[in-house]
């Protein structure tokens, strides 16, 4: 399945050190999987052309380099594999965070995609995704006891 992206209206330049440089072309073919469009643009310089369009239409040409800096750095979440901690760090710079208001469209959406995971109890750092409180809990929370 081709991954969804999103094509950018002006390419991201990433200047990249020698230890990046000679990362990236292990993971390329990793990024191209995910929905990353980059391509060689000089000595040292590459153009972001592409990103996936799970990290929404916020993200801005300093989060743009900063995710790929993280990503040719190795300093990723866990996983089994490249590509595993290649998508665990997409999802969490393209995920909700808290204190972002959702209209109950989006809500209703975002617990439908929950259902559907293979861990829906929990994000990909093991941090639990819902809590469950007991009605007295709830009831003292509210100051009703």
Not at 46 to 54: C, D, H, K, L, T
Not at 56 to 69: F, M, Q, Y
């Given at each position: 399945r081709e991954p969804e992206c999103q094509?950018?209206?002006v390419p991201v330049p990433l200047h990249l050190s020698p230890?990046?440089?000679a990362m990236l072309p292990t993971l390329l073919p990793i990024l191209g999987e995910v929905g990353f469009s980059v391509e060689e643009f000089g000595k040292g310089t590459?153009?972001?052309?592409?990103?996936?369009?799970?990290l929404?239409?916020?993200?801005?040409?300093?989060?743009?380099?900063?995710?790929?800096?993280t990503i040719l750095s190795g300093d990723m979440p866990e996983g089994p594999s490249d590509r595993e901690r290649v998508l665990k760090l997409i999802a969490c710079r393209g995920a909700i965070?808290?204190?972002?208001?959702?209209?109950?469209?989006?809500?209703t959406t975002l617990i439908g995609q929950l259902r559907r995971t293979a861990h829906p109890?929990?994000?990909?750092?093991?941090?639990p995704?819902?809590?469950?409180?007991?009605?007295?809990?709830?009831?003292n929370l509210f100051l009703r006891t």
């Open positions: 094509e950018l209206i230890r990046e440089r590459f153009s972001i052309r592409a990103i996936p369009v799970i929404g239409k916020n993200l801005d040409r300093e989060g743009v380099r900063d995710l790929l800096s965070k808290g204190g972002t208001p959702c209209t109950a469209e989006q809500c109890f929990s994000c990909p750092h093991g941090r995704t819902m809590v469950t409180f007991k009605k007295k809990e709830l009831d």
